[in-house]
């Protein structure tokens, strides 16, 4: 992989996130070849930071990330089963949900930086993967031939197809004018790790409370990643603490279920912010990953929709290639809007719908809260149609 631009190329990623790279790597799998830019330096995606972030995958991400040569990369030691999920409003007991028909885990839990650089290692490995990194986009245009890409320093990058995958707030998308729905919460979510004293059994918690909802997704025995997500005002409060007494904070806020709590990582905060592009693709460009479709976390599906349009994108793109010999061909980008929208669509309305009905503090919708509850604890099929969304076996 030498960076630079000394050949044509077929595809021009544009953003080197997990999305992206997968993205590019989906793609050179294909026969093409590809260019990514990317802001951040070289030394950065080589060693991407902790950021807080712990990804749910479901049984298909994990099979894309396989195919992909990204799951391999990662150690065992950091790949954490998810056997069972719990979800609880207050005092309620809620309900669990496992893997049923013989499986054992509803999927597995791998830290944002693991994948981060697991995805990166793969791209280096590849002749056909280009990498532009310190490279900011100056402008983006494309017409019925091909896409161009102007960076800062001048330089210009030219394809029959653009892939945008620079993040839910993508700058690339608005340069082509896609307009997107925008959904802010006006919640922030603290993320951390913490060792507890009581083990996990490997189950993860989603706990609605008044004015807070709690997470606590199992790394390990004794090791889990703590979610908070309060109020802004709440939030900066929280931050203030010493490591500590943030401990100590989520300590009594799971209300001692798991012991005393020690910090085992720095705390991050992320402001939830949900968003829809109304178009997924375009004349020569495709969104994928966050760009597409920015979720909301309490479902856990983000990175996995994200890895279903990388999946959906190359699977088109290589149909036009044998059809049309054009990875661009208007053909396949409709192909791959309609395909994307049907799959994501249902998953993105669905988890408004919860956040709306479980977040909500006013007085009439506890009611309907534990009915729903009540309803899942009593019927079996629910769980089990719960669980089988959960795994995503297939998200062809």
Request: glycine content about 8%; charged content about 25%; overall charge positive.
């Amino acid at each position: 992989m030498q960076p630079g631009q000394s050949t044509p190329r077929d595809v021009v990623v544009v953003g080197a996130g997990p999305a992206g790279l997968c993205a590019a790597l989906a793609l050179a799998a294909r026969g093409l070849r590809v260019d990514v830019v990317e802001r951040q330096s070289r030394a950065a995606l080589e060693a991407p930071a902790f950021d807080g972030r712990e990804i749910a995958l479901t049984h298909a991400s994990t099979r894309i990330l396989r195919e992909l040569d990204v799951l391999q990369r990662i150690a065992d030691a950091d790949i954490g089963p998810l056997r069972r999920a719990r979800v609880l409003d207050g005092d309620h007991p809620g309900f669990e949900v496992d893997a049923g028909g013989g499986a054992a885990h509803l999927g597995v839990l791998v830290s944002n930086h693991c994948i981060r650089a697991a995805a990166w290692q793969a791209v280096g490995d590849s002749d056909a993967i280009a990498v532009h990194d310190a490279a900011a986009v100056e402008a983006v245009a494309t017409d019925a031939g091909s896409a161009r890409v102007v960076l800062v320093d001048g330089r210009e990058l030219r394809a029959p197809l653009l892939v945008v995958a620079d993040s839910r707030f993508s700058e690339t998308r608005r340069a082509l004018g896609v307009p997107v729905a925008m959904h802010d919460f006006g919640k922030t979510m603290l993320v951390s790790r913490v060792r507890h004293a009581e083990a996990n059994d490997g189950v993860a918690w989603e706990w609605f409370d008044q004015g807070q909802t709690r997470a606590f997704l199992p790394l390990e025995k004794h090791l889990a990643s703590a979610v908070l997500t309060v109020t802004g005002a709440e939030a900066r409060r929280l931050l203030a603490l010493s490591p500590r007494a943030y401990a100590d904070e989520l300590a009594a806020r799971f209300e001692g279920r798991f012991g005393t709590m020690e910090p085992a990582s720095s705390v991050h905060s992320y402001p939830l912010v949900a968003t829809w592009a109304k178009r997924f693709a375009g004349p020569r460009f495709a969104l994928v990953g966050d760009a597409a479709v920015g979720m909301h976390p309490v479902t856990a599906h983000g990175f996995n929709l994200g890895l279903g349009s990388v999946e959906r994108l190359a699977t088109a793109v290589g149909e036009a290639m044998a059809s049309h010999g054009d990875p661009g061909h208007p053909a396949a980008l409709r192909d791959y809007e309609r395909r994307h929208r049907r799959a994501s669509l249902p998953l993105f309305a669905g988890t408004g719908l919860v956040v709306r009905l479980f977040t909500d503090d006013r007085a009439p919708m506890r009611p309907l809260r534990r009915a729903v509850l009540r309803g899942m604890r009593a019927l079996p099929p629910l769980r089990r149609l719960l669980a089988a969304q959960l795994m995503d076996a297939s998200a062809r």
